[in-house]
């Protein structure tokens, strides 16, 4: 079966760094994608890693092992507006998203 | 990034009338669109795999005949919820895959219907 698993829950001080991990099991990959998503929005995209490495967008960046089946999250210079759910998602052969459940993240001053 | 608009953003209707939600692709062609519902402290739950020109593959337990998809151009696809009951209510997204190099999903920014 297909599996995306991430933490439920992460808290982190204003300021601090923070790893948001997933690891996954797919059939087939064509991507893996990190979303943002505040309380009663729609997500937001973060990020696309289809090749091993680090991918950085300002203070967040974002990693990948495929053969590891993982990948993490990285936010730096954490702000208060940061506080949000982190969705991790694989892009499967037919080209849809596997959802993991979201780890929502608590920013404290 | 790309945008995709969803309209309405909300709705309130009554048990037993139908409602339609449409998602459109507003600067890029679509061929692929999602439909996804969230209910409230939840993840996201696939309904349907909407492609222009052809019917759409919906999930196990979603039922084709109350979640109508059209998707008849490569930038709008709607979703008509059918004989809507209280049960219905949720928040509606809808993606589009933007194919080629991106290879991106982009959501609208979601309706959310309540069902009285």
């Known amino acids: 079966g297909q599996n995306i698993d991430q933490p439920t829950e992460m808290t982190a001080t204003e300021g601090a760094i923070v790893q948001i991990n997933c690891t996954y099991q797919t059939s087939g990959f064509n991507g893996l994608f990190w979303y943002q998503q505040h309380a009663g929005e729609a997500p937001t995209f973060l990020s696309y890693n289809v090749l091993d490495g680090l991918e950085e967008k300002g203070r967040f960046s974002s990693f990948l092992s495929r053969s590891k089946g993982y990948s993490y999250l990285l936010l730096k210079e954490l702000q208060m507006k940061d506080s949000a759910s982190y969705l991790c998602?694989?892009?499967?052969?037919?080209?849809?998203?596997?959802w993991g459940a979201g780890t929502k993240l608590i920013i404290k001053p | 990034g790309a945008v995709v608009s969803q309209h309405p953003s909300w709705v309130i209707c009554k048990s037993g009338t139908s409602v339609k939600i449409e998602c459109r692709s507003l600067d890029f062609q679509a061929t692929t669109m999602f439909w996804y519902r969230q209910f409230p402290k939840q993840s996201l739950m696939l309904m349907a795999t909407s492609n222009e020109g052809s019917k759409a593959t919906y999930e196990q337990g979603v039922e084709k005949d109350k979640f109508l998809i059209n998707h008849a151009s490569l930038t709008l696809s709607t979703l008509t919820v059918t004989s809507a009951h209280p049960e219905d209510s949720s928040f509606y997204i809808c993606?589009?895959?933007?194919?080629?190099?991106?290879?991106?999903?982009?959501f609208g920014p979601g309706t959310r219907l309540t069902v009285l």
């Open positions: 993606s589009a895959h933007s194919g080629g190099a991106e290879n991106t999903q982009y």
């Open positions: 998602a694989v892009m499967d052969s037919n080209y849809q998203l596997i």
